[in-house]
């Protein structure tokens, strides 16, 4: 499961483990939103909707920080065809606001996108791997039907071991440079040793810095691929 925390309360992407069966994904049955209140969840200012009412695996949310507006669409495992479509539809509705996604399953360890078309790199625990019911996306596909289209800034994801980090810069089709980031600390002690990922949107309208942060020692992580900063670019237009 992802979270993107602070300037929103909390947007939820579900991830394998908390679908189907013992978490093995064949089914998107999920315990999630008996855990997590929809009803608490859609009464904060910042909640613009979701897939399903009464359900929190693909809902968006709105905020504004650095003197920009920016939509979060925040999307089930593996998203669904009819999710994405849905998602694409939200976004191009909203054409003032930077988009930024939230899902599972997305760039890899080795700063690819997940493509189950390539067999020339390592596609393990690709989404396409999981025989989830209703269809899958993988990261590639997520980046042609919906990312590219669309001037997203930021796509966040968990899921992969290994050094559990990834980044891909790419150029979405309304010009602007797409920072795709991932990050999974479940590898390390305790089940990830408390820590997360901390973003500070800066006043300048551009920059964001990002941090990985343990709540358990209070501490930060400070290599070059845990703390560093990125640079938005090529301001969205007026709608059309």
Known sequence: MGLLE?????????GNHDLG???????????????????RTAAWPT????YQAGRLENTYHYFS??????????LE???????????????????RRYAILVTHAY??????R??????????????????????????????????RKHAFVLVLNGHVLNDGTGYLASVTDKGNICHQIMSNYQFRALGG?????LMQFQDDNKTIKIHSYSTLYDSFLMEPDQDFTITLDVPVGPAP
């Not at 909640?47 to 979701?50: C, E, M, Q, V, Y």
């Not at 920080?65 to 925040?74: C, F, K, Q």
């Not at 040793?193 to 990922?197: L, P, S, T």
């Open 6 to 14: 602070g300037v929103v309360p909390y947007t939820i992407a579900p």
């Open 21 to 39: 069966p013992s978490g093995n994904a064949t089914t998107r049955d999920t315990l999630m939103n008996q855990y997590f209140s929809y009803e």
């Open 47 to 50: 909640f613009g909707g979701a």
């Open 65 to 74: 920080a650095g003197g920009r507006d920016y939509i979060v669409m925040s």
């Open 77 to 95: 495992w593996g998203p669904r065809d009819e999710v994405v479509a849905w998602a694409d539809e939200i976004v191009a509705q909203n054409p």
């Open 107 to 112: 760039v890899n360890y080795n700063d690819r």
């Open 114 to 147: 997940y493509d189950y078309t390539d067999t020339a790199h390592d596609q393990s625990f690709n989404p396409h791997d999981y025989g989830t019911e209703g269809g899958v996306n993988d990261g590639e596909q997520l980046w042609q039907k919906l990312v």
């Open 193 to 197: 040793e408390g820590y997360m990922r």
